[in-house]
């Protein structure tokens, strides 16, 4: 089986549409780890293409506070007069939807998905020391993540994490058996590592390889959309940046 891995659509439409293009015929099933909305002028669209295509999806941090859930206090002003315009966006049943999304980790087919860390859904794993508290309790030996827009991955082998190591451009990582890996995708729809294309992988679980790729996408419509939708400045500009 071949799987489709998507993290972090962020509500940009034009940067999913480019993954469902470039990947298309690349996989049988679809995985999402969260962050469908928030930040992007295109919720409904997300949400409702990741309803019809993506299982499992777990939740993440913006699909809770979206759907009007907990706190706002938690986000920064532009995050949060995002969410704030998103949940005025949101058709009815795609906030429910959003609502009822479960909380990370989702096991399929022997690996794991999770929006943050799978020991919490809204830890961040960035450094090796995040990576080193988390690996011992790992259910599966292959975690799937993201919450962070940055694609890579984590090795633990011998009883070491190495540090997040990030693919040289299209690559193909290949799992070892008696290792152990958390790995991000990138995020599809703001991507914080430089690189401004969206970002997804393909896990092949006969083949036991993940492959990282990136796809150009229409940037300066997802820009207009975001302006014209009345969104902070600023969420259109990080998109050319890749920050
Ligand atoms: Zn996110």
Do not use: K
């Not at 972090?8 to 962050?35: F, K, P, Q």
């Not at 040289?168 to 790995?183: A, C, H």
């Not at 914080?192 to 390889?209: E, L, V, W």
């Amino acid at each position: 089986m071949r799987y489709l891995v998507l993290s972090d659509i962020h509500g940009n439409w034009e940067a999913l549409a480019a993954v469902l293009a470039a990947s298309e015929g690349a996989h049988d099933s679809v995985v999402c780890l969260g962050d469908v909305v928030g930040y992007g002028a295109d919720p409904n669209r997300c949400v409702e293409w990741t309803r019809e295509h993506a299982s499992p999806v777990v939740r993440g941090n913006h699909d809770r506070a979206s759907a009007g859930e907990g706190d706002l206090s938690w986000f920064n002003e532009i995050a949060a007069h995002a969410i704030l315009w998103t949940r005025n966006a949101l058709a009815p049943e795609n906030a429910l939807w959003l609502r009822d999304l479960p909380r990370g980790p989702a096991a399929c087919g022997g690996f794991q998905i999770a929006h943050g860390s799978p020991l919490d859904e809204d830890g961040y794993l960035v450094h090796i020391a995040d990576a080193e508290a988390t690996f011992p309790y790992l259910e599966t030996p292959l975690v799937f993540f993201g919450h962070t827009h940055l694609q890579g991955w984590f090795l633990w082998a011998r009883l070491r994490s190495s540090p997040f190591r990030r693919p040289p451009g299209e690559f193909v990582l290949d799992l070892r058996p008696g290792d152990s890996y958390l790995i991000n995708p990138g995020s599809v729809g703001q991507p914080r590592d430089g690189d401004p294309r969206a970002a997804y992988a393909i896990y092949d679980d006969a083949a036991r390889t993940v492959a990282f790729h990136r796809a150009a996408y229409d940037l300066a419509s997802a820009q207009a959309r975001i302006r014209e939708a009345g969104l902070p400045e600023m969420l259109a500009a990080r998109l050319a940046e890749g920050r």
